[in-house]
């Protein structure tokens, strides 16, 4: 607990406060800029237990907004689960760290349901929020909604299944993600401010038995300034009356191309196999690099990123047609 002494110093969370952070466990959704922040004050704030899922690697571009990553992570195309674990393990040795590399979805998060007591949405888009928006309504699992785009911030905490949704915030889900920060980008200092601010709201909805929900935050760095809204409950919403759940195909299923990345995302049927994959590149004389998320290679001008789980990126193209032909070069 000595560790811990200056927050317990502060009267709001004292050492009961800091007790009952202790045997929480805290599922973060998403390890880039707001996650890595928010994991990295999780974890010296000494929350029991944080589980990171990420379904991406460290790149170059990245180190401008995020916390725990290291150009040798870029280097290493590190898996961003794994590296930020790694990271705070050594920030703090009391808390247990558990890292998941894939996306976040009904079959990678459903095991942990019951083992989750709050739910941070760290994550880039809004098909990944419309599922947490239902998964935790679902599994009554009190969540953080959270994102920002250029110098803009937005948070709302949702405790399920009495206070308002995200669907009685936004109405219907935006499909595009027309203020993604890959698009119109984000300033870096914003980013620690926000994260601040969703770590605050969670230790609050943990100690302060009165916390409220209901109420949407949003902060622009720029002009400093910040309001908040009351969110009503909706009687007739989707997602946090009937709580229907995902139908369409996630995602992270399709073939799409991740706008401003220059990348087209693909899915293997199964599982990747690695062995198998290796013996073609060893046929075509083609060299790869691997680690213990990935394995890549470079072919022609394009770059491909194999994950475990059968994601594959294709970088080097935002063309579908174009990715197709290539991709198909290597897979059925
Ligand atoms: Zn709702």
Redesign the pocket.
Known sequence: MERYDRQMRVKNIGKVGQKKLLTKTILIVGVGAIGSYAAEICARMGFGKLILIDRDYVELSNLQRQSLFTEQDALDKQAKAYAASKALQLINSDIEIEYIVDDANVTSLTPYAGAIDYILDCTDNFMTRDFLNQFCFTHQIPWIFTSCAGNYANLMPIIPPDS?????LLGDIPQTNAASCDIIGVDGALIPIVAGMQVSLLTQMIINPDFKANTYYQLDNWHFSFRSLEVK??PD?????TGKMVSEVPFSEQTVTLCGRDTVQFRLPNKSNYLEIKQLLAEQKITYKENPALLSFNYEKFQFVIFKNGRVLLHGTENITEAKKTYHLFFN
């Not at 308002?164 to 009685?168: D, F, G, K, S, T």
């Not at 919403?237 to 009356?241: D, E, F, I, L």
Request: aromatic share 0%; proline share 0%; charged share 15%.
């Open positions: 308002a949704c995200l669907h009685c409950k909706r919403c989707s997602g946090c009356t």
